[in-house]
């Protein structure tokens, strides 16, 4: 199953559960309060998606390494490698 | 001949011996216009080789470089023997994919390793991505910068935000199991990558997502190493408009059909 499909499938099922209990559709009787609560849900879930969203990429990016160290071992390298290259007899 | 003292140990010990002398690294660069930086990837390659005392080979797969990197791996070719310096050039650029494909027909290894040639991958973290392979006898191993000590260097917050944020969604939508998507310093068991490669049929950066995607696909194994990304020293590294639009592609293809 493509990861498509897998995704469909998680959203239908979460919708028909959605649909069945705010618009009591298998006339269940259930407490007003319930379809009441039921009926924003999808929206509530997809704001706090969002939210978690942002704050992952952001928190993840506050804190993405910066790696000065590596930067500055490479530059030492790199004069490193052309002196001896030189000396084997590389020309540059 | 004389007994041992523990002859299990010896035993064991030889084995492993025998291990590390049967198991080759072929090193897979494929080149386009880097005459600055291959003799120094070159090198350093050679340095961390030689110090962990792994038996590899380098292939330098030039794709027709107006720029003379040919001329310049012949000459390293000279210095480092031709058992250690293999070329196999192609008349002109084509994609990565076919790279690998033309370098692994070359390549005596039973291992691979891929990495790009313009430094941004250093060779110190190879003797790590070995020893994490046969910690767990992982069919392949991805460097990472979003882990551990991994990370970055010469990115701005724009850049860092696009990474993130790409990395993020592709991680919702694919849940590939490996937290580097589009890295492209990787290890991998020769057989594998031979299968991985004929499947995937994407371009640029969507080609190693294709790798690692289609690798949880087929349930191979993936380890995790982490590592520093030095961006480009030489040359000009580009995140453009283009390159946004054909990952997002390349993405929900991904979706559609793995």
Known sequence: MTKLLQWLLGVSLV????????????????PPAYREMAWPMPLYLLVSFGCYSLATVGYRVATFNDCVDAAKELQVQIKEAKADLRKKGLKM | MHTPANPVCLVLCEHEADQ????????????YNERENLPLI???????FNESGYNYEIIIIDDGSPDGTLEVAEQLQKIYGS????LRPREKKLGLGTAYIHGMKHASGNFVIIMDADLSHHPKFIPEFIEKQKEGDYDLVSGTRYRGNGGVYGWDLRRKLISRGANFLSQVLLRPGASDLTGS?????????ESL????????YVFQMEMIVR?????????????SFVDRVYGESKLGGNEIVSFVKGLLTLFATT
Do not use: M
């Open chain 2, 42 to 48: 070159v090198w350093l390659l050679v340095k961390y």
């Open chain 2, 83 to 86: 058992n250690k310096i293999l």
């Open chain 2, 20 to 31: 590390r002398r049967e198991d080759k690294y072929s090193v897979l660069l494929p080149t």
């Open chain 2, 215 to 227: 690798a949880r696909q087929l349930n191979y194994t993936v380890g995790e190493v982490p590592i």
């Open chain 2, 185 to 193: 310093f990787r290890l991998y068991k020769k057989h594998v990558l």
């Open chain 1, 15 to 30: 919708l028909t559960a959605w649909a069945l209990v705010s618009f009591d559709l298998l006339e269940l009787s259930l």
């Open chain 2, 197 to 204: 490669v004929e499947r995937c049929v994407s371009k640029g």
